[in-house]
């Protein structure tokens, strides 16, 4: 499973538990661990002794906060499937407003279920999108006002196309 990690705005690591191992930034790292419980560790590292514990995790929030050798760390943690809704434009908003809508695959436009000036509302539905013989209802991941709608019905559209502008 892979994990990106943050510690405030330093620039995220990405680590990679494999079986028995673990690797960060694609470096594997030869690491001696002992889980004494669900929240305690003690990790020997090139011959250094490392104490550490989750202290606290916010499971919602995705953020937690690590004590190594009595130091306090918080870190902000997003998985592969928190990653690929960033790559699609789907990613949380700390202020639920919407930018933007994009298309989450190849598709072509049927329906287009708002008008500009409408307000709409997290889980609004907003454009039907035909995709491999399937129709998907786009829905609004945020509140907002449309403010231009980008594409028509039976436009053939990319992944990520911008489809909505919000304001």
Known sequence: MNYKVQYKSEEPF????MDGALSVNGS???LDIL???????HIIK??????????SMDRKTKQCTISVNGKNYELKLSNEL?????????GKSKDNKMDVV???MPGLVLHILVEIGQSIEKGDSLIILEAMKMENIIKATGSGIVKAIKVSTKDAVEKNQ????ME
Do not use: R, W
Request: glycine letters at 2%; hydrophobic letters at 40%.
């Open 28 to 30: 594997v790292q030869n």
């Open 82 to 90: 928190d990653q690929l809704l960033l790559k699609m434009g789907m």
């Open 35 to 41: 889980k004494i419980n669900e929240s305690k560790f």
């Open 102 to 104: 994009k298309a989450p």
């Open 14 to 17: 990405e680590i990679e538990l």
């Open 162 to 165: 911008v489809l909505i502008e």
């Open 46 to 55: 090139d011959n250094k002794s490392y104490d550490i514990s989750v202290v």
